[in-house]
């Protein structure tokens, strides 16, 4: 038998000792027919043979299974008979001083083993107690704080519906308005041949672009579930509505698709989506980048949105506690099983990883801290 059979077997003996499975009778009849059989070998061994080293199992059993006062009273009832057991094996002369004597040490003996075991047991089943308490409470926190995080995704919509649709039906209404107002503006200046007809003209063609992207974003905001089948088209559209907003500042942002990205859960698939879309607000607004590239790819494991850009790169110092869209897309990618990374390239820029694993693919540690790699 090697090394790691004895460890394993007597793992699961010390196991079965600690925490039985035997019932109470059960255990006191299986105590005592050890007792009983040690005390047949001890009277054939006779007075000079002691084993006593042997009772000491019995009684081990007697505190792990039946508690103190029942280890007691059987180290009791194994000095008793091993001492008749040698009063009767020694004839009809009387036993020697020594031997109450010894019969007395043996007794304290078992008394001492019985407190240490007691009191080893005792630690063994508190630490137990305390770490069913702790796994208890890390498992109730753990659901208390992804209902926190299910909460904040749904509050996190309901505003965002909230603008999208004070976007759409007030300032694009307005937008509109104030653009066929001027429209009209530029018309009697036109027929009044006024020289400031070209300028207003101007200011119509920047209010109806002002309009068209207050439409855009509030279609944005106003998403609801994608379907699975959808989510490359959306993302195609995603970029070009960045390009076309960010036509002012020279931002390029191109969609590339890859592999078997097919997602089949409608929820899953829009958080991908807001995933992209924060990722690209980032990279607009506070990288201040003008090269955007979006890439979903898929192999035989998992499928993974990739947003890379040249602008600024991220800051590690403050990236992981303060940023709150990051936060927001780490949060979104814990909430589908996904996990989120964000790193600066090597060639300057940022680089936003989401993998999410295929269901028969290896399941991903999941955490909704924000992963930053310098």
Not at 23 to 26: D, G, L, V, Y
Not at 67 to 72: F, L, Q, S
Not at 129 to 134: I, N, S
Not at 179 to 197: D, G, I, R, T
């Given at each position: 038998?090697?090394t ?6 007597s ?5 079965a000792t600690?925490s039985?499975?035997l019932?109470?009778?059960?255990a006191?009849?299986?105590v005592?027919l ?23 199992l ?8 039946l ?6 009273i059987?180290a009791?009832?194994?000095i008793?008979?091993r001492?008749?057991?040698?009063w009767i ?8 001083h ?5 019969a007395?040490?043996?007794?304290v003996v ?11 047991l005792?630690?063994?089943r508190?630490?137990e ?6 796994t ?40 509109v308005g ?30 109806e672009?002002g309009?068209?992207k ?5 279609h944005?905001?106003?998403?609801t ?5 959808s ?11 960045t390009?076309?907003?960010?036509a002012t500042?020279g931002?390029?942002?191109?969609f ?6 097919f997602?089949?859960?409608?929820g ?12 690209l ?9 003008t ?12 499928i993974?949105l ?7 790169g991220?800051?590690?110092a403050?990236?992981n506690?303060?940023g709150?869209g990051?936060?927001?897309m ?7 099983g ?15 990883l989401?993998?999410l694993?295929?269901?028969h693919?290896?399941g991903?540690?999941?955490?909704s801290t924000?992963a930053v790699?310098?």
């Open positions: 038998m090697t790691e059979a004895v460890k394993s077997l793992d699961k003996i010390a196991r600690l039985p499975t019932s109470p009778t059960a006191a009849f299986t005592a050890a007792v009983a059989t040690i005390a047949v070998v001890d009277y054939a061994t006779g007075i000079h043979i002691s084993l006593l080293f042997f009772y000491l019995p009684v081990a059993f007697s505190v792990a299974w508690g103190k006062r029942m280890a007691v059987v009791i009832a194994i008793l008979i001492v008749t057991g040698d094996g020694y004839g009809e002369q009387m036993l020697p020594w031997y109450f004597w010894n007395l040490t043996s007794l078992f008394l001492i083993v019985i407190w240490m075991l007691d009191a080893f005792s630690l063994q508190q630490l107690q305390r770490v069913k308490d702790r208890a409470a890390l498992i109730e926190s753990g659901r208390v704080r992804r209902q926190l995080e299910d909460e904040l995704l749904a509050v996190a919509t309901r505003e965002r519906n909230a603008i999208g649709h004070e976007l759409h039906d007030e300032i694009c209404q307005h937008l104030t653009a066929l107002a001027a429209q009209v503006l530029v018309k009697k200046l036109a027929e009044e041949k006024n020289p400031l007809a070209p300028k207003a003209s101007a200011i119509v063609s920047l209010v672009e309009a068209n207050a439409r855009q974003l509030a944005g905001l106003l998403l579930e994608v379907e699975p089948s989510l490359e088209q959306k993302l195609s559209d995603l970029a070009d509505d390009r076309q907003l960010g500042d931002i390029i942002c191109v590339k698709q890859s592999g078997d990205t997602i089949h859960d409608p899953i698939a829009t958080q991908i989506l807001r995933i992209a879309q924060e990722a607000r980032n990279a607009s607004k506070h990288a201040r980048a090269n955007i590239e979006i890439c979903l790819s898929g192999d035989e494991t998992a993974t990739t947003v890379t850009d040249d602008g600024c991220v800051d590690t403050v990236a506690p303060s709150m990051l936060r927001v780490a949060n979104r990618a814990a909430f589908i996904a996990t989120f990374v964000i790193k600066n390239r090597n060639d300057g820029g940022t680089e936003i989401c993998r694993p295929k269901p693919g290896a991903a540690a999941v955490d924000v790699a310098a």
